[in-house]
């Protein structure tokens, strides 16, 4: 599933040049952007970034100041909230308190004038769907987190919408059940077979979930790619620092040569990267590596061609992984991670001992400063 690599898939929901403005301030500015039928994106960004905008003019709640929302080729613009073919999951303490599961999921479907019998018959479907056909007749206060969660997004697929908008959906949950209902997001979008459009401000949840990822920041779009990608070569120094951890070396480019370009670092250490357009000579570059592309040893490795001297300055064991911090000699810290099970058990390092950062010229993006 990558319409976005076909030339040929129609663009579903496309936002055309969008621009919001509330009063002087510009909340969305000169936005582009498409996601196509059954794809799980996600807008993620900080707090005040423009996401719940987008989603906002989405749903029709505002309508933007410049620019058009296309939705499979019609232009949505002064079509209200309720006629769109779209419907927004509010967290789960936006259940009616005093009504039964069954009912707060009924109540949409009631609200649109749909007939007692086929109610009934949605409403069973929805309770199967998310595994709440024991709770019909209770009442909100009477579940769980996980399952008042459950109850909000039976009810805001209930009416079959074609796109269903998710703004911070699970950011009532505690981080284990998030984790589960993560995958319990994805499973249902696929069996509805909906186009899904989250908004969050975490980005493992973002990565979790999305087929796609548009990473905002102050009303722009920075990017949008597969969580892959996003994490594997990001466009920007922003986008490499928003997602995941990263280290940065910054140096000028000293020398070009056939495959690899050799950057002096600020404080004069030498490393040696892989030729990209940015590495122009004389050109500022940040070498951007993500931690588990850095291998730590307490030996200069024989066969590195980047290798740099420092000492332990922290060690994390998180269970799964080991986080390194090593102060190089020159002052920068390197973070480097390395998976306990493929750690090597002859080479243990501890606070304070003198280590070896090695990594390949290939092992990190270049960017432009
Ligand atoms: P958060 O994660 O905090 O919800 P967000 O990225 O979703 O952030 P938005 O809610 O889209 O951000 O808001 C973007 C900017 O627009 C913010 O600076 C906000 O203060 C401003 N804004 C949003 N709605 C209004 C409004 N009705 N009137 C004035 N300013 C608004």
Known sequence: FAPWNDPNAKPYIQFDKVTKKFGDFTAVNNLSLTIFEREFFALLGASGCGKSTLLRMLAGFEEPTAGRILLDGQDLRGIPPYRRPVNMMFQSYALFPHMTVENNIAFGLKQEGM????????????????????FAKRKPHQLSGGQRQRVALARSVAKRPKVLLLDEPLGALDKKLREETQFELMDLQQELGLTFVVVTHDQEEAMTMADRIAIMDKGEVM????????????????????????????????ERLANTTRITGATGAQIVVENSADTAAGSDIVFAIRPE???????????????????????AYL?????????????????????????????????NDRAWVSFRPDAGVVLAR
């Open 115 to 134: 007939p007692k019998p086929d109610i009934e018959k949605r409403v069973a479907e929805m309770l199967k769907l998310v595994k709440l056909e024991q």
């Open 223 to 254: 990017q949008v790619a597969t969580p892959a990608e996003v994490y594997e070569a990001p466009a920007s120094r922003f986008v490499a620092h928003f997602v995941g951890n990263v280290n940065m070396f910054e140096g000028k480019v000293a």
């Open 293 to 315: 592309k850095i291998k730590v040893s307490s030996k200069k490795p024989a066969d590195a061609v980047n290798a740099l001297e420092g000492e332990v300055y922290d060690v």
């Open 319 to 351: 269970g799964d992984m080991t986080v390194y911090h090593i102060r190089l000699d020159d002052g920068q810290i390197i973070r480097a991670s390395a998976l306990n099970a493929a750690r090597v058990t002859d080479d243990p390092l501890t606070w």
